[in-house]
């Protein structure tokens, strides 16, 4: 079974930055796509930040050119770069992955999520 672990979520003042990163583990596995949603109290979940398995990026027009997608394959991990940090930026943040595995016959394609992690922008 495949998982997937955020971590680097937590406090930062307006104009700092903070980096997360999302591994995966399990067996027998490639990953896709992968991504990053934020989800805002009262607010429905929404992309922040996709990346695909050949390196093509996108962003929500409110982080476009102040946060970085990147993915290592090798680590099996992507991360967000969280540059110039905003008040509304304040989100509980979701890592996902669509991840194909070995069946008895043949593979699927299943949608992954991270369990979130806390991201608070204060003065």
């Known amino acids: 079974q495949v998982q997937l672990v955020e971590s680097g979520g937590g406090l930062v003042h307006p104009g700092g930055s903070l980096r997360l990163s999302c591994a995966a583990s399990g067996s027998s596995f490639s990953i896709n796509a992968m991504g990053w949603y934020r989800q805002a109290p009262g607010k429905q979940r929404e992309l922040v930040a996709g990346?695909?398995?050949?390196?093509?990026?996108n962003y929500a027009d409110s982080v476009k050119g102040r946060w970085t997608i990147s993915r290592d394959d090798a680590e099996s991990t992507v991360y967000l770069q969280m540059n110039r940090a905003k008040p509304e930026d304040t989100a509980i943040y979701y890592c996902n992955a669509r991840i194909t595995t070995p069946q008895a016959v043949g593979t699927v394609c299943d949608n992954y999520w991270g369990q979130g992690t806390q991201v608070t922008v204060y003065s």
């Open positions: 990346i695909t398995s050949g390196g093509v990026t």
